[in-house]
């Protein structure tokens, strides 16, 4: 009976000191938790836009951990966690961020914050997850950040984060993944960052960075991913870095450093997945034990300095998705000298591969076709390729992009091509593929670029090019096309990019559909055989930035309608029949760069506003019946100029051949091979020209004297069209630029 009462004592004793307890902790959390719902609604108040009202359940009548992305403990019912990740939400961070003390993951990625990080994020103590990663943050790291020792990840790419990394980082001990790219860091890279042993992820990608890569690095023996891509490092990459063993991802692409790639890279990182050493100086071999590492996944090395063949050992590699050894010096020779690719048919899982602008000879093999059917990319351009493309190629199935420019590629194009359906890039620019194109390249359903140009293409242009309805660019320049232009191209409302037709044997007029060509940037028909008015529906191709027409048969008058073309910066007509006057609408191209009317059959005044004002844009020489300004000062001077050149050709022969230095016809001869000069009327407009400039020297007041640049501009016109070529006389190619010389923009 005692033992009882005693008992019951004790249990009443207990019970009471553990109700004393529980309001203890319910007296102190409610004012902490009170905290964190003041230092909420404060975050709250700085954010201006939430497109999804996320933030709708954050208000006064209710508690904190019941709002929408908060997380609270369930023992102190304190805020632990906080993830407003990719809701768009626009504004700044408030510093009352730092009175959530209890805060153990922070996420704010994928927004649209901007303003600094406040330096009271350094209060949060227990922090060990903080993201602000994809934000336009400005201002330095703070360095206060340093005190939240218990962070495992630090994550702010992509912000616009200046000034130096802080040393103090590494005071961090616990840090594993430290990710700073994509900001506008500069300085060098810490050599005290090897200090956190514990590091897995290093990311410093795109930024300001110089300096040679500290050597110090090799200490992180447990780093798996490290990238230093894009900044402007420079030196040898430290032989302490190939000891890190455990890495899986190495990139050191687009900086400034030199040197070798020891040959047993691949022994020293067993566990290698992916290999970025793309733009730098680096020289040497590619080393032969990159390819013993059978599940890489990723190797390249393009735009370096690397010479010798490519290692014989490509077939150990199953798991390999991308290869990219483009534009270095790796060579070979003979028939089989591309006879290596039918090694990658063991790389089963192939997407991309690229060993353009190199200096690789051979024959593409008919194995080609046994390449993976998930290859994407195919890049063969620049190299010393000859002989006929396979019709093997047929079954690569999955190709996107296919690309044999710059080579000596003969023979037809392969009907088989049009049976890769999921092609989007055609490129065969600059070979010597001829013959006509075959109608089954109109299967191509999703191109959206396609280069035939400067080769030996013939016929007529296929009219199956109206299927082309996702094409953005067409170049099919520099070939023998003839006939007219087909109706059908001008349907092609996709093309946004460049027409480009030029430098062919096209004929016939322009067709009143090039008004539906309102979104191409660059036309070209420059250089063939086109005749009649140019339509004024040109003027609702609003997108025009570039229209070349020079060199044709067109004649009429220059349509008002240009005027309407606002965004256009070169407007070329040279060398046509183009009679009447000059519209004044022209005066309306704010943004002309260069008007080039030159060797018409144009009249009347010059207009004098917009472009006109600046005469060294304008070129309007050869048009004998155009009255300058410069010739229209006053009708005296006016009629002075016209009576000294009309004296002047009176006096000279019809022929220029018989007034012009024998010697020079001779040298001139010589040197342009298959030229001819042209008929005596354009010989007489040439001596116009030549005589203009002479009088512009001349003229008395110096600030309406030529400049000496336009002097040579204009002269070198004339030249060119007493020089012109004759129809077979083929265009220079650049071949190291890898442009047909002409002023279209790249696309």
């Known amino acids: 009976m005692a ?14 000191l553990s109700f004393q307890n529980a309001l203890q902790v319910l007296d102190a959390a409610v004012p902490g938790l009170f905290t964190d719902k003041e230092a909420l609604l404060s975050f709250k108040s700085q954010v201006i836009v939430d497109p999804s009202n996320t933030l709708s359940s954050w208000n006064d009548n209710s508690s904190p951990c019941n709002w929408t992305r908060v997380d609270c403990s369930q ?26 003390s209890f805060l153990r993951s922070l996420h704010l990625q994928e927004n649209q914050f901007t303003g600094v990080i406040p330096d009271q994020i350094g209060a949060l103590f227990r922090l060990k997850v903080l993201n602000m990663s994809f934000n336009t943050i400005n201002g330095p790291i703070p360095l206060n950040i340093t005190n939240c020792l218990n962070l495992q990840i630090l994550d702010l790419m992509q912000n616009e984060i200046s000034g130096a990394i802080p040393e103090e980082l590494s005071n961090l001990k616990s840090l594993e993944i430290l990710k700073l790219g994509g900001n506008k860091l500069w300085g060098m890279i810490p050599p005290v960052i090897a200090n956190i042993s514990s590091l897995l992820t290093l990311d410093l990608v795109t930024n300001n960075l110089g300096g040679m890569i500290p050597a110090d690095l090799g200490r992180l023996e447990n780093l798996k991913h490290l990238d230093l891509s894009i900044n402007n490092l420079t030196g040898d990459v430290p032989l302490s870095l190939y000891n890190i063993s455990s890495l899986v991802f190495l990139a050191v692409a687009s900086n400034q450093l030199r040197g070798q790639i020891p040959i047993d890279v691949g022994d020293r990182l067993p ?72 090694i990658f048919t063991n790389s089963s899982y192939l997407k991309f591969l690229a060993i353009d602008g190199n200096l690789l000879e051979g024959l593409i093999p008919e194995s080609i076709g046994n390449l993976s059917r998930s290859l994407r990319s195919l890049y063969l351009g620049g190299n010393q390729i000859y002989g006929s493309i396979p019709a093997s190629i047929r079954h690569l199935s999955s190709l996107a992009l296919l690309n044999i420019s710059y080579n000596h590629v003969s023979g037809e194009i392969p009907p088989e091509i049009g049976e890769l359906t999921d092609l989007q890039e055609l490129h065969l620019a600059a070979n010597k593929i001829s013959g006509r194109i075959p109608d089954s390249l109109g299967n191509l359903q999703k191109l959206n670029k396609v280069d035939l140009s400067a ?6 242009l296929p009219a199956t090019f109206v299927n082309f309805q996702q094409l953005q660019s067409m170049d099919l320049s520099s070939n023998r096309f003839n006939g007219s232009i087909p109706k059908e191209i001008f349907n092609l409302s996709s093309l946004s990019a460049t027409l480009n037709l030029s430098r062919n044997q096209l004929t016939g007029p322009l067709p009143q559909e090039i008004q539906r060509l309102e979104n191409v940037a ?3 028909f420059s250089h063939n055989y086109l005749s009649g008015s140019i339509p004024d529906t040109i003027g609702s191709c609003k997108s025009l930035e570039e229209l070349f027409m020079g060199n044709n048969m067109f004649s009429g008058s220059i349509p008002a309608t240009l005027g309407d073309v606002k965004g256009l910066e070169i407007l070329d007509l040279s060398s046509n029949q183009i009679s009447g006057t000059i519209p004044k609408t022209l005066e309306n191209l704010q943004a002309l760069l260069l008007l080039n009317l030159s060797f018409n059959n144009l009249e009347g005044l010059l207009p004098k506003e917009g472009a006109f004002r600046n005469l060294s844009r304008v070129h309007v020489e050869g048009n004998s019946k155009l009255c300058l300004d410069l010739s229209c000062g006053n009708n005296q001077h006016r009629q002075r100029i016209s009576t000294a050149i009309s004296i002047v050709i009176a006096a000279f022969p019809a022929n220029i051949q018989e007034v012009v230095d024998p010697e020079l016809l001779l040298s001139i001869k010589d040197s342009h091979h298959g030229a001819q000069f042209e008929s005596p009327e354009k010989q007489q407009e040439c001596l116009i020209a030549i005589l203009g400039v002479g009088l512009s020297c001349a003229v008395e007041s110096p600030d309406q004297r030529i400049t000496i640049r336009d002097s040579l501009h204009k002269l070198k016109k004339a030249r060119d069209t007493l020089l012109k070529p004759t129809l077979d006389h ?11 010389h002409r002023r279209m923009k790249s696309s």
């Open 271 to 342: 566990n290698l997945l992916s290999f970025n050493f793309c733009i730098n100086k680096f020289n040497g071999s590619i080393p032969w034990s990159l390819h013993n590492l059978t599940n890489i996944q990723s190797i390249r090395m393009a735009h370096n300095l690397f010479s010798g063949s490519v290692p014989p050992r490509l077939r150990n590699l199953p798991k390999l998705t991308f290869y990219n050894i483009g534009y270095n010096q790796i060579k070979s020779s003979g028939d089989e000298g591309l006879d290596f690719l039918s």
């Open 75 to 100: 023992v102190h019912q304190r805020v632990i966690g906080l993830d407003l990740s990719g809701l768009r939400l626009t504004g700044s961070i408030s510093p009352h961020i730092g009175n959530l």
């Open 730 to 740: 083929k265009p220079y190619l650049d071949l190291e630029a890898g442009i047909v």
């Open 522 to 524: 660059a036309v070209d």
């Open 3 to 16: 033992s009882n009462l005693l008992f019951r004592c004790v249990a009443s004793l207990v019970l009471i």
């Open 455 to 460: 080769n030996e293409l013939v016929g007529r």
